[in-house]
Each structure stands twice: as structure tokens, then as C-alpha cells.
Nanobody
Framework: VQLQASGGGLVQPGGSLRLSCAASVFPSEYYVVVWFRQAPGKEREGLSCISSSGVTSHADSVKGRFSISRDNAKNTVYLQMNSLKSEDTAVYHC???????????????????WGQGTLVTVSS
């Protein structure tokens, strides 16, 4: 399993970005993909999750602004980020592992497969 995250960049406050997480293959028939972010000096934070069945879940910090989706034909998961704020500045990572449901809390240490991260900078 290899993941490649892309789509980061510099965006002004209030702007939008779409991140992509392309997988070589997913780890099993049942899996979830989670987007995390890590800002300087902070712990890695789980943001949004999508399961192999298409169920999604979002952290309160991004609910209503971020959405997660997938393109099964491309083995790719997307994170659409709208109304970006300066506090959204971070390195964004995608991760996947074998599990059936997303749940509502994600702990980075429990995920085996990671992409390399893509930097999002929100600044005027």
C-alpha cells in the first residue's frame, strides 16, 4: 500500500483547496482513509474520514467547511477545504488502515499506511 498526497499550496484566507490522496491499492476489502494535519508544535489531528462503504465523518473543527469524497476508479480520496483560515495552516497527511467504520475520533498512531504529506499555507 502506497499513498501519495498532493494539492497543497498557498491560499488566502477564505479561499479553497482540494487535496488528493492517491492509493496504489487499499489494504483490504474493508478500510478507511483519514486526513490528518499537523501544525508546527502541535500533535497530528484527525480531520475527516471516509470508509470503503462511503460513509464519512468529520471533526468538529472542520465540519461544514471540509468535505471528503472518493473516486473509486482512480483509487483516490479527496479533501475539499473551503473557507480556509490561517489556523488551517499545516502539513496534511492521508492515512489508511483495515477497519470497517470511521468512528468519530482518529488516533494517528493506530494507522499503518501514510502518505508523505502536503503543505497547506493560509495567508494573505
Amino acid at each position: 500500500v502506497q499513498l501519495q498526497a498532493s494539492g497543497g499550496g498557498l491560499v488566502q484566507p477564505g479561499g479553497s483547496l482540494r487535496l488528493s490522496c492517491a492509493a496504489s491499492v487499499f489494504p483490504s476489502e474493508y478500510y478507511v482513509v483519514v486526513w490528518f494535519r499537523q501544525a508546527p508544535g502541535k500533535e497530528r489531528e484527525g480531520l475527516s474520514c471516509i470508509s470503503s462503504s462511503g460513509v464519512t465523518s468529520h471533526a468538529d473543527s472542520v465540519k461544514g467547511r471540509f468535505s471528503i469524497s472518493r473516486d473509486n476508479a482512480k483509487n483516490t480520496v479527496y479533501l475539499q477545504m473551503n473557507s480556509l483560515k490561517s489556523e488551517d495552516t499545516a502539513v496534511y497527511h492521508c492515512a489508511t488502515d483495515r477497519r470497517r467504520i470511521c468512528g468519530s475520533t482518529w488516533y494517528a498512531r493506530t494507522y499503518e499506511y501514510w502518505g508523505q504529506g502536503t503543505l497547506v499555507t493560509v495567508s494573505s
